[in-house]
T-cell receptor, first 115, second 113 residues
Framework: GAGVSQTPSNKVTEKGKYVELRCDPI?????LYWYRQSLGQGPEFLIY????????DSGLPNDRFFAVRPEGSVSTLKIQRTERGDSAVYLC?????????????FGAGSRLTVL | AQSVTQPDIHITVSEGASLELRCNYS??????LFWYVQSPGQGLQLLLK??????LVQGIKGFEAEFKRSQSSFNLRKPSVHWSDAAEYFC???????????FGTGTRLKVLA
């Protein structure tokens, strides 16, 4: 597509529920990132995919968080047993390589509120 | 470890005034440098980037930034601010040869009419 698409744009859930957040990157971008942005903070790295594999998941806060990208395009971030502290905006970005550097294009984000 | 500091959490300027947003980074070599802007409810939009070469880079919406190696800085400037520039601005560092990006905590810009 023309840009990075994220759904849902807003998700309100109750503590303990399971949530999935979807990211559809720019067509042809092999690299995909998930970031989390808490109120008043900059984006914090969660996970990076190169193709289908998670090349670096060191930013995932704990084992309740998991992400997949089975066909190397769309990615889903999955959060089990949600907690109030998981409330944040989850940003997805995909990248093309320009002059040897990755330039990130972000989606509008999925705002998660855990009650 | 790499880090990015944006020392100003909030900045308020009058419409038509000049603007400078500060960004300092910590990295052992010259990183890739970026400025992004985020309007309420929106994702981050790339304003400009520096990889190498001319240390003064031009971006979209009339913004420019200057890389100063001696000060480890990459400050964003605009000669005349418009009300539509009110947003949050993030500086980011990319580590060459890797996929890693580190973002600052952002500066929120308010523009007075």
């Amino acid at each position: 597509g023309a840009g990075v698409s994220q759904t849902p744009s807003n998700k309100v859930t109750e503590k303990g529920k399971y949530v999935e957040l979807r990211c559809d990157p720019i067509s042809g971008h092999t690299a995909l990132y998930w970031y989390r942005q808490s109120l008043g903070q900059g984006p914090e790295f969660l996970i990076y995919f190169q193709g289908t594999g998670a090349a670096d998941d060191s930013g995932l806060p704990n084992d309740r968080f998991f992400a997949v990208r089975p066909e190397g395009s769309v990615s889903t971030l999955k959060i089990q047993r949600t907690e109030r502290g998981d409330s944040a905006v989850y940003l997805c970005a995909s990248s093309s390589e320009v002059a040897g550097a990755n330039v990130l294009t972000f989606g509008a984000g999925s705002r998660l509120t855990v009650l | 470890a790499q880090s990015v500091t944006q020392p100003d959490i909030h900045i308020t300027v009058s419409e038509g005034a000049s603007l400078e947003l500060r960004c300092n980074y910590s990295y052992g070599a010259t990183p890739y440098l970026f400025w992004y802007v985020q309007s309420p409810g929106q994702g981050l939009q790339l304003l400009l980037k520096y990889f190498s070469g001319d240390t003064l880079v031009q971006g979209i919406k009339g913004f420019e930034a200057e890389f100063k190696r001696s000060q480890s800085s990459f400050n964003l400037r605009k000669p005349s601010v418009h009300w539509s520039d009110a947003a949050e601005y993030f500086c980011a560092v990319g580590v060459p040869g890797t996929y890693k990006y580190i973002f600052g905590t952002g500066t929120r810009l308010k523009v007075l009419a």
